[in-house]
């Protein structure tokens, strides 16, 4: 299958800071990319969907200025948490499509787990 | 909205029984289904997936079942073994939406 990377693996940061969060799509084009937020034993909860070139979409409830994407080329989106609170702190996953399965299949990142002290 | 339902929410069998696991989806207009497994702090991986003209599909131990007019799907997993023990997600794919829907998890122990 495909290869997502996410990188970091896992951040340790201090309230009120920002932390950039990398996903690239290794060995395929991702139009398309998709941030998750995982709480512990909970589900995937889909942040937001960027396609390449395009302002993100955000799904309700998630604050497009506290959580900034880009995805300014084919292989690679960023999450930005700004001003990273504890109750942010989560497991993040991205995921891609693009030209490599149909286009529903979503590879997915290995994630980032964010501890906000 | 549209929204998945999972149950059950824990599962435990002995290993060697068989398992299965249930998701209802509200949006007709869902047509792809794929299963995650996920263990702990990693990623989910896919493991089975049907598309919304098929019925069945099976692979090896794993097999999903569709039902369209009940809007339900099912993960059937045989002869389980304890590296089955993870937690499953379903999902919907809602094509006028171009996102997938997750249902809430069913958290596998397969007991040695």
């Known amino acids: 299958g495909a290869v997502v990377s996410q990188h970091p693996s896992r951040v340790i940061c201090k309230s009120g800071t920002s932390v950039k969060i990398e996903c690239r799509s290794l060995?395929?084009?991702?139009?398309?990319m998709f941030w998750y937020r995982q709480f512990p034993k909970q589900s995937l909860m889909l942040m937001a969907t960027?396609?390449?070139?395009?302002?993100?979409?955000?799904e309700q409830g998630v604050e497009k200025d506290k959580f900034l994407i880009n995805h300014a080329s084919l292989t690679l989106s960023t999450l930005t948490v700004t001003s990273a609170h504890p109750e942010d702190s989560s497991f993040y996953i991205c995921?891609?499509?693009?030209?490599?399965?149909?286009?529903?299949?979503?590879?997915f990142g290995p994630g980032t787990r964010l501890l906000v002290l | 909205g549209e929204n998945v339902e999972q149950h059950p929410s824990t599962l435990s069998v002995q290993e060697g029984d068989s398992a299965v696991i249930k998701c209802t989806y509200s949006d007709s207009a869902s047509n792809y289904f794929p299963w995650y497994k996920q263990e702990l702090g990693k990623r989910p991986q896919l493991i089975i997936d049907?598309?919304?003209?098929?019925g069945e599909k099976k692979d090896q131990r794993i097999a999903v079942t569709l039902n369209k007019t009940a809007k339900h799907f099912s993960l059937h997993i045989t002869e389980t073994q304890p590296e089955d023990s993870a937690v499953y997600f379903c999902?919907?794919?809602?094509?006028?939406?171009?996102?997938?829907?997750f249902g809430t998890g069913t958290r596998l122990k397969v007991l040695a």
């Open positions: 049907i598309r919304s003209n098929v």
């Open positions: 060995d395929f084009q991702a139009t398309t």
């Open positions: 999902a919907g794919w809602v094509g006028g939406t171009y996102k997938y829907i």
């Open positions: 995921s891609a499509s693009g030209n490599r399965g149909s286009r529903e299949t979503q590879y």
């Open positions: 960027s396609n390449e070139g395009s302002k993100a979409t955000y």
